[in-house]
């Protein structure tokens, strides 16, 4: 805390890693005595940077850029680019402490990164989000590359965006390779990329159900966030016969009482992907959904089954976690990164909800990325099926380890426990065997 002031997400992120690694650590000789948790908290290199560009009036403007280039213990730095306005050095430091663990979990040759900037792409003009991107790759591409560091999109970071930064960087350096992940199926894009967190996220949450020889088909779940992740999680539920209760963005939430259709849901995603609008839009056009203005999905006026948290860090507090269970939760999956708070899972845990923490849950984006690099490498495009049977086998081996490492002396699975040990085993031999790295 001495070391990082003011970086209270980073410093939430680690807490709850350390709380189960040390003791894990305590328990197993191998793992002391070489100062591995205090190296794994420093990020190898933190890269910093301005980034100018011109807006549609000619004026100048100026933001900050980063890369945290966290750990590239088993594998070359790897993790998205997030442009929002609350982009900061801790929320980057957080994400990226969060991916190595993550990346770890996929069973893929992936180290941890994340970047981004505090610019804000919403109401920007194509050219203004171009010229930012230029000028952000600008700087980056120097510090990058398929073989050292291979960013991806995260919040505000879109094919649109993947694009013209791909773009800029091809020019820089003068070659075509697989530098960025999320890229159009049309120039070296992966298929099934676009699903595969929200698909991922129900994948790992299949699993979960199944322990308790339960199914998805007509349970009621709470999704908050209308993005990239909610909008696949969504549909992937309504294949599996569930009903989508809630959907939101930053204004408000979307209630659908019977659960969302496959029209409502063509509407959001072209909404929101195309039109770049906002939720309410939804009951504008449909009368059967109900926006509510200011609020979370956790309010939804009924009984949930399962949340899935979809939108961004810290969006599910320790009150929503109480109101859930009130409502009946039985599950939670975060599709975001860190949305719950720490006393939020403390509430979920106390009261046997099952709950799986991001770093397993989500990883599902992040594999296919890493299949994406493979496709990339071999100058190859595997079909559909093949990428998505590799997706649900990667998801379904991260449950496994989960259960591995997590399984409590009463035969429950505490996942928050399970996924960090198994990632942190995987990280901490690598750094062993490479030395005082
Ligand atoms: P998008 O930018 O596509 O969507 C983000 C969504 O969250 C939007 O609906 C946005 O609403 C909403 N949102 C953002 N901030 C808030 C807030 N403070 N309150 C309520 N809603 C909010 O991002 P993604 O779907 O890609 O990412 C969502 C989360 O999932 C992030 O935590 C990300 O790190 C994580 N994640 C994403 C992966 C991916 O492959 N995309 C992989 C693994 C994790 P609005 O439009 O109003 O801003």
Redesign the pocket.
């Known amino acids: 805390e001495k070391k990082n002031p003011n970086e209270s997400e980073f410093l939430q992120s680690v807490r709850e890693v350390a709380e189960i690694v040390i003791p894990f650590i305590e328990e197993n000789p191998k793992y002391k005595g070489s100062n591995i948790l205090h190296r794994m908290v420093e990020p190898e290199r933190v890269i910093m940077f301005r980034v100018p560009w011109v807006d549609t009036d000619g004026r100048i403007q100026v933001n900050r850029g980063y890369r945290v280039q966290f750990s590239s213990s088993i594998g070359p730095y790897k993790g ?1 680019l ?1 442009f ?1 306005p ?1 982009v900061n050095l801790s929320v980057l430091k957080f ?1 990226g402490f969060e991916q190595i663990f ?1 990346n770890a979990l996929t069973t893929l040759p992936l180290g941890g990164a994340k970047g981004g900037s505090d610019f804000d792409p ?1 109401e920007k003009t194509n050219g203004e989000v171009m010229r930012f991107c230029q000028s952000f790759m600008t700087e980056l591409h120097r510090h990058i590359s398929k073989y050292t560091d291979i960013p ?7 094919k649109r965006e993947i694009g013209y930064l791909f773009g800029q960087y091809k020019r820089l350096e003068n070659e075509f390779t697989g530098v960025l992940t ?1 890229k159009d199926l049309n120039w070296g894009g992966s298929l099934i ?2 699903e ?3 698909y991922g996220t129900v994948y790992f949450l299949i699993e979960m159900l199944n322990t308790a020889n339960d199914s998805f088909k007509d349970k009621r779940v709470a999704i ?8 696949y999680a969504a549909e992937k539920i309504l294949e599996l016969e569930g009903k989508v209760v809630t ?5 408000g939430y979307i209630y659908a009482s019977d659960g969302l259709t496959k029209d409502h849901l063509a509407f959001m995603m072209e909404l ?1 992907n195309e039109a ?1 609008g ?2 309410s839009e939804m009951a504008d056009k449909f009368e059967e959904l109900t926006f509510y203005e200011g609020e ?1 999905s956790w309010n939804a006026p009924c009984d949930i089954d399962v949340a899935i948290p ?4 810290n ?1 599910l507090t320790e009150e929503d976690a109480k109101k859930l269970i009130e409502k009946g939760v039985t599950y939670v999956g975060e ?5 719950c708070t720490t006393e939020a899972v403390y509430q979920f845990q106390d009261h046997k909800v099952l709950f799986a923490p ?1 770093k397993a849950a ?5 594999a ?2 890493g299949l994406e690099m493979a496709q990339n490498a071999l100058r190859l495009s595997w079909e559909r099926e093949k990428v998505e049977e590799k997706l649900l086998y990667i998801m379904k081996n991260i449950h496994s380890q989960c259960v591995r490492y997590g399984k409590t002396e009463s035969g429950e699975v505490d996942y928050v426990k399970g996924a960090n040990i198994a990632g942190f085993v995987k990280v901490a031999d690598a750094m062993l065997d490479q030395g005082a790295v």
């Open positions: 998205g997030r929002h609350t994400l993550k919403k991806a999109g995260d919040i505000g970071v879109g999320g990329r676009p595969a967190t929200g908050s966030g209308s993005g990239n992740v909610a909008q959907v939101s963005d930053s204004s929101k770049r906002r939720v979370a979809c939108a961004t860090q969006e599709g975001a990164n860190m949305p991001g989500n990883a599902g984006g992040v296919a990325s």
